[in-house]
């Protein structure tokens, strides 16, 4: 039941629906804040809001989730989400449906720490650095003409707690 239930919140919400959420990439960032409010997110705003980084509380792949957006030039450059903890096998279903669509979207990962790939090896991810330090356990990364795509599953702090986080983040790369 919950997959089915995550299978419908990936479609009916515009989580990527253009290249993030309801915008594409390099596209004007003007009129975001009402964007993100008809999508049901709050905006949050900190001492320390630069007015080229936007921040929302909102609904994303059917959880709650911390979305961001980084317009230099008014200009969306990089949108990231970061949905709410979850037990790791939770989290990894939601990793799997994410990617699935990612997939279907992007086609074939060209990096691919993950069960999904056939060859993962978890004994190869926990002997790098980087994913060690920083409790990652999957991470995949898609690269297109003028973006790049990186979907991450990590801990939320204690490798062994049952709080672990999915990250999607979606970069603009200036096509050559």
């Known amino acids: ?17 253009q290249d993030f959420r309801a915008l594409n990439l390099d596209q004007s960032c003007d009129g975001l804040a009402t964007l993100e409010q008809s999508l049901g997110s709050k905006p949050i705003i900190t001492s320390d809001t630069q007015p080229d980084r936007y921040a929302f509380s909102g609904q994303a792949f059917g959880h709650d989730a911390f979305i961001t957006y980084y317009c230099p030039d008014r200009k969306l450059h990089t949108g990231n989400l970061f949905l709410s903890t979850q037990p790791l096998d939770a989290a990894s279903e939601t990793y ?14 060209v990096i691919d720490h993950s069960p999904l790939n056939g060859t993962f090896s978890q004994d190869t991810l926990q002997k790098d ?48």
């Open 96 to 109: 799997r449906i994410i990617y699935n669509h990612l997939v279907s979207r992007y086609g074939h990962p």
């Open 1 to 17: 039941m919950r997959v089915g239930f995550l299978a419908i919140a990936l479609f009916a919400t515009p989580a990527i629906g």
């Open 129 to 176: 650095y980087f994913s060690t330090k920083l409790g990652i356990e999957y991470s995949t990364v898609w690269l297109g003409t003028n973006r790049i795509v990186d979907l991450a599953l990590r801990s939320n702090g204690d490798v062994s707690a049952s709080s672990w986080r999915v990250a999607l983040g979606i970069t603009y790369v200036k096509p050559h």
